[in-house]
């Protein structure tokens, strides 16, 4: 049964990467393509050290960490490619910033209500952890509410990355409130939850991938149209002046 | 207490955001064609929006009316703005729709003029979004400041965004992206934007 529970997420990354190198999604989307590498590598150091204690404590720590950092830079990578088509207002350069300060805050509000049994470079690397979730949330959400509001097209590969990581942010940090009422009696539910719903985000990652995504910009590389296309063009033109 | 409050709204954020994506990829939206387009518009009158953002002609509203005076007009005139707005908004949407449904074409120079109208409407969008927020604060709150200073004017740039130049260049994007259609019907929609 534990293998199982380590082989689903592993199988689904794997397929995800191969799927990123096939569409050369590295092109696109740098950070997420690291991510998802990293994420597979991790994996594997976890289950290769799952015998031997003293080195899964040292590779579960420093991959968490790792998942911080390049969680944070999937997210600047989403809001930067989704907000760069949108505006170029100099305070659009702010929201990132605003979400990973608001994250930060969040958390260490968070740790200040329930003190942590952790201590040292654990403690700061759960701290991270949830303040990424936190940014996590805030940039799903954020997307989602500009899609009615401003016609933002969905069907993109930010929105599916932000969309993976929102669900399971947003499901991590209810468990985590949820994790604070309970305590330990709480471990069980909260091990299946994080499986599924991870398992659940590396599948909408990969149906978001798996369709070839629209060009989004316009190209200035096309032929010029013919002669008759460029007279109704003009005849448009001066019709609507 | 506060921030377990916060952290409970922040996680449901996210959870009506899940429900939304869901729904979304659940509903396929009807594709909207080209006979969807033209029907759907509201014409937009550029040179009436040109002058209500004109500040000579607020000032001369100033320089002539006396305060009360000038405070109705200047609510009449927010009034039709946020009515040219909301135009704008609506045509917008429309086209942003259109060039979805666009973006399926096996032509690349079609996908390119449907991706340069969307550009445009998302910036109109935007554009609109913002202003009719403005406006209908400034009508909420019924403030002193728009019988001292002049405030229309202020409103043709939001988020660093020329409104009406945005939307003379989303009418000239949407008259290129129609260009296949028969002359009367691209007529008839350059009239409608």
């Known amino acids: 049964m534990k293998l199982l529970v380590w082989f689903i997420p592993l199988g689904l990354l794997a397929s995800l990467l191969w799927l990123l190198i096939r569409k050369r999604a590295y092109e696109a989307c740098p950070c997420f393509f690291s991510y998802v590498a990293f994420a597979v590598a991790a994996d594997v150091a976890r289950f290769v050290a799952l015998n031997y204690p003293r080195p899964y404590f040292a590779t579960y720590w420093i991959t968490e960490a790792g998942y911080d950092l390049l969680g944070i830079l999937v997210m600047y990578e989403v809001l930067r490619s989704v907000l760069g088509n949108l505006t170029r207002a100099w305070w659009a350069r702010l929201i990132f910033p605003a979400f990973l300060v608001a994250g930060v805050g969040m958390s260490l509000a968070r ?10 470079i654990e403690f700061y690397i759960v701290i991270g952890e949830i303040a990424v979730r936190f ?22 590969y930010p929105f599916g990355i932000a969309t993976g990581f929102g669900l399971y942010a947003t499901v991590m940090l209810l468990t985590t409130i949820k994790f604070s009422d309970f305590g330990t009696r709480f471990k069980l539910s909260w091990g299946w939850t994080s499986l599924v719903a991870y398992s659940v985000a590396v599948l909408i990652w990969i149906w978001f991938f798996s369709v070839p995504e629209k060009i989004s910009t316009s190209s200035r590389e096309l032929s010029a149209p013919s002669p008759g296309v460029l007279k109704q063009y003009k005849d448009a033109l001066r019709r609507m002046r | 207490m506060f921030s377990i409050i916060l952290t409970w ?7 009506v955001s899940c429900i939304y994506m869901l729904r979304c990829a659940w ?12 029907p759907f518009l509201y014409p937009v009158d550029i040179s009436l929006a040109e002058s209500l953002l004109d500040p000579a002609a607020e000032f001369e509203f100033r320089w002539k009316l006396r305060p009360p005076q000038f405070r109705e007009t200047q609510r009449k005139r927010m009034r039709l703005y946020l009515e040219l707005t909301r135009r704008m908004a609506h045509n917008a949407t429309v086209l942003v729709a259109y060039a979805d ?3 399926n074409s096996q032509d690349p120079r079609r996908v390119s003029l449907a991706c340069a109208m969307q550009e445009k409407a998302v910036e109109v969008r935007l554009y609109a979004l913002l202003t009719r927020f403005k406006l209908r604060l400034w009508l909420l709150l019924r403030s002193e400041i728009l019988t001292s200073k002049a405030v229309l004017p202020h409103l043709r740039m939001a988020c660093d965004i020329d409104g009406l130049q945005t939307y003379s260049a989303l009418k000239v994007a949407a008259a290129a992206a129609f260009v296949e259609l028969a002359p009367e019907e691209l007529d008839s929609l350059t009239r409608s934007l």
């Not at chain 1, 940039?139 to 097209?153: D, E, Q, Y």
Request: aromatic share 10%; charged share 20%.
């Open chain 1, 111 to 120: 740790a200040n209500v329930i003190p942590s049994r952790l201590g040292g």
């Open chain 1, 135 to 156: 940014v996590q949330v805030f940039v799903f959400a954020g997307l989602v509410t500009l899609v009615p509001i401003v016609g933002l097209r969905w069907r993109q």
């Open chain 2, 9 to 15: 709204l922040i996680v449901a954020w996210g959870a």
């Open chain 2, 27 to 38: 509903h396929r939206f009807p594709r909207r064609d080209v006979d969807d387009v033209i």
């Open chain 2, 101 to 103: 449904a666009e973006k």
